[in-house]
Structure formats: structure tokens, C-alpha cells
């Protein structure tokens, strides 16, 4: 399983910007995907994520400006990202915890980062 995510670059406050994130890879069940962020100097914290049931969770701070889209067509998650603020800036990982389809037990995927720097 490969998660390959795209979107990233620089925005002025109050902007938006659009993160992808596209599984590749035959897997039993997908459990959860999400977005996770780290600042510099700063603890990878979760931003956003999708349930096996579709519930859409979101962190404090993002909650009310960003969304998680999905195309399940194309195993796809987005993060909208709406009224980014400076802080928003950091790393952006898509995470994803698949039941494998060999082993039918839980494993845990990354991204390779996306770089979002929110500046005038």
C-alpha cells in the first residue's frame, strides 16, 4: 500500500489551499484515513479523519474551516483547507490503517509529507 500525497505551497492568511491524498494498493478494509501535521519543533498532532463508517472527526483548531472530502472511486481523501491562519503552516501526513488483505490484520500506512506555509 502506497499513500501518495500532493497540494502543498505557499498561501496568504485567509487563503485556501487543497491537500490530496490517493491510496494505491489492494487492501481486505479500510479502517480510517486521516491528516496529520508537525510544525517545526512541534509534536505530529491529528488534523482530520475519515471512519470506516464515514464519521469525519477534526481537531479543535481546524474544526469549522477544514473538511475532508473523499472520491472513494479514485481512494482518494482531500483536505480542504478554508481561513488558514499562520499557525495552519507545517508538514502535512496522510495516514491510513488498512486491514491487510494477506493477513487480514491492521496495519498503518504515511504519506510522504506536504509542505503548507500560510504567509503574507
Known amino acids: 500500500v502506497q499513500l501518495q500525497a500532493s497540494g502543498g505551497g505557499l498561501v496568504q492568511p485567509g487563503g485556501s489551499l487543497r491537500l490530496s491524498c490517493t491510496r494505491r494498493g489492494t487492501i481486505f478494509r479500510l479502517n480510517t484515513m486521516s491528516w496529520y501535521r508537525q510544525a517545526p519543533g512541534k509534536q505530529r498532532e491529528l488534523v482530520a479523519s475519515v471512519g470506516s463508517d464515514n464519521d469525519r472527526k477534526y481537531s479543535d483548531s481546524v474544526a469549522g474551516r477544514f473538511t475532508v472530502p473523499t472520491d472513494s472511486a479514485k481512494n482518494t481523501l482531500f483536505l480542504q483547507m478554508n481561513s488558514l491562519k499562520p499557525e495552519d503552516s507545517a508538514v502535512y501526513y496522510c495516514?491510513?490503517?488498512?486491514?491487510?488483505?494477506?493477513?487480514?490484520?491492521?496495519?498503518?500506512?504515511w504519506g510522504e509529507g506536504t509542505l503548507v506555509t500560510v504567509s503574507s
Open positions: 495516514y491510513a490503517n488498512v486491514v491487510d488483505i494477506l493477513t487480514f490484520t491492521p496495519k498503518d500506512f
